[in-house]
């Protein structure tokens, strides 16, 4: 069914078309979740209240078309709310010893870009990871992070100049 | 940058390989089933309203029992004990930055281990992104080189809400007027503010037990000196240094990083345990880096009320592997095989309660399902210290409750390397 068709019946409150939108697309947004969240339970709960925001706010949407853009953005705002929760909740001590193992990086975590992407600031963070985790294009990254193409391309080019920096040797 | 991009290019791979759960329909049909309606916004004023009458009859109250109001969700253990018992030292004093955020110093609760300092943040003008909050503290008197803060954690109530507790080294002896500095970067300048008073030393937590312990054990490759105990009615503190005996300390760390995820570290763990079988609850602790050595501190409640002897045991040195499989179950499953270490025997009902028997050598850390919640488990404590085995061993975990098809999640397994060995603390 026509993605148009499925909204118009989300809007009238249908619970099932609002599910068969989104799992149309499931790799989608559970992959964009778990870039955020990088792990399986915390990507489900973004998930679940990404839903039911869509469908306490689907009658708001005025373009169908601009559904999965719309609910996306939804999902991302999701997942840094939970991602600030879980700061909450974690006590100073863990960081802590998070710290002085960074102290003691081995030459071969080079290879893992991840650690080192922890580095970045996290506006610089989520742009890298949109554009080349989920192939994302600037326009789509400006839109779901709420700023402009120009400020998507500079967090990438600043944060891969830093990576570049902080890897070294031949990279 | 091509190479850069190549890695880059390989997680994007990695994360292509990732499948979508297949409970994830289902995770959103529930949701969408399950939720709330929303609550009018008339319903939610008269609750704010409610709220501000209690927290004004609350400022009345902390002015006579000396309790320190509204922070009865963020404290625990000795700490809400004493608090609760109006123990603690209370201030009252505000700052207030020029972004509008204001933190009030409600009061504070000291030993010889620890001064732990109440705070309160409020945001006057917009709402408040508490991640974003570039918040510094430390604790100033006569000692030029002020008191560290250790640890801390909180609430955020709101947007422009908070509480917090955070703990510092004690002040030394000789302090007595003291200064909260806070500072906060607005628009990439630190701005200082700072909040005075004065140590009252009869609110001041006596001591229980001090001792110097200068004990080692060794655990595997590892050896562990214990320094010393102290412990009041507010805290438990005890210290010491841990050296890798074959190879260098900073290698061997080294090492296990490069080879393992963050999360599968190696950290001390350990239990004091009284006479009467009853165990410090530890809360927190570091470990920091000196040349050859790792030192690491332990602090948690205060010890327990009555005991004769007390024994540092189950000394271990605890990592994580991460698991992260789901597996649909019944009474019937029986040898179901997790991974190469990990084997599901067999899932029995027992009365009222679903039992799962798990074939491993260390610890799992598994949850079960009934399809629509977590059932309860019953009997995770009685595995929690229980040390790594040479050879698999089965554990019967019991879960309260019973349903036809179940959700068998597996978390984490707990490896640990330990030693018989325990050391006995004198006590006077």
Known sequence: MEVIDLVEKAKKGDKEALIQLVMQKKEEYYRLAYVYTGNKEDSLDALQNMIVILFDNIKKLRDADAFYSWSKTILVNECKRILRERKKEIPIEEKEEGGYFENYQGREMRQDITIYMKRLNIHQQEAIKLRYFLDMDYATIAKMTGTSEGTVKSRIFNGLAKLKGLIGGEY | MKDLEKLLEGKREELLMIEVPEEMEDCLRNALNKRKKRIPKSAIAAA???????????????????????????????????????????????????????????????????????????????????????????????????????????????????????????????????????????????????????????????????????TKVTVGNYEVYFEKLTASSLSSYINGKIKVLTGNTKDVFEENIAVKEAFDLPHLEFDIV??????????????????????????????????????????????????????????????????????????????????????????????????????????????????????????????AGKAKDMKLEFKNIVNSISTDETISIPVD
């Open chain 2, 48 to 214: 704010f309203i409610a709220v501000f009458i209690l927290a004004y009859s609350f400022d009345s109250l902390a002015y006579y029992s000396k309790k320190i109001i509204g922070y009865d969700n963020v404290i625990y253990g000795s700490l809400k004990e004493l608090n609760d018992e109006g123990k603690g030292q209370v201030i009252n004093k505000s700052c207030s930055f020029s972004n509008g955020i204001e933190i009030t110093l409600d009061g504070i609760i000291f030993d010889d281990s620890e001064l732990v300092a109440f705070y309160k943040i409020k945001s006057t003008k917009e709402k408040l992104d508490f991640s974003k909050l570039n918040l510094f503290l430390r604790l100033d008197g006569i000692n030029p080189m002020g008191y560290l803060q250790k640890s801390g954690h909180g609430k955020i109530i709101d947007d422009y809400n908070g509480v917090f507790i955070t703990s510092f080294n004690a002040p030394a002896f000789y302090e007595k007027w003291m200064k909260l500095n806070l500072s906060i970067k607005i628009d990439n300048t630190a701005e200082e503010k700072e909040i005075s008073f004065t140590l009252d030393r009869n609110k001041a937590m006596k001591k229980t037990v001090e001792k110097n312990l200068n």
């Open chain 2, 274 to 399: 009284t006479d009467k079988g009853e165990k410090v609850n530890f809360t927190g602790g570091n470990m920091g880096s000196s040349l050859n050595e790792i030192s690491f501190t332990k602090n948690g409640d205060a010890l327990p009320e009555e005991f004769n002897t007390l024994e540092i045991k189950n000394i271990r040195f605890e990592s994580y592997k991460i698991i992260d499989k789901s597996f649909d179950v019944s009474y019937e499953t029986k040898n179901l095989k997790v991974d190469n270490e990990i084997i599901v025997k067999e899932i029995y009902y027992d009365g009222e309660e679903t039992c799962v028997v798990v074939s491993s050598r260390g610890l799992p850390i598994i949850g079960l399902s009934n399809g629509e919640e977590f059932m309860e488990i019953l009997n995770f404590d009685q595995y929690k210290s229980y040390p790594e085995s040479k050879e698999p061993i089965e554990r019967t975990f019991r879960f």
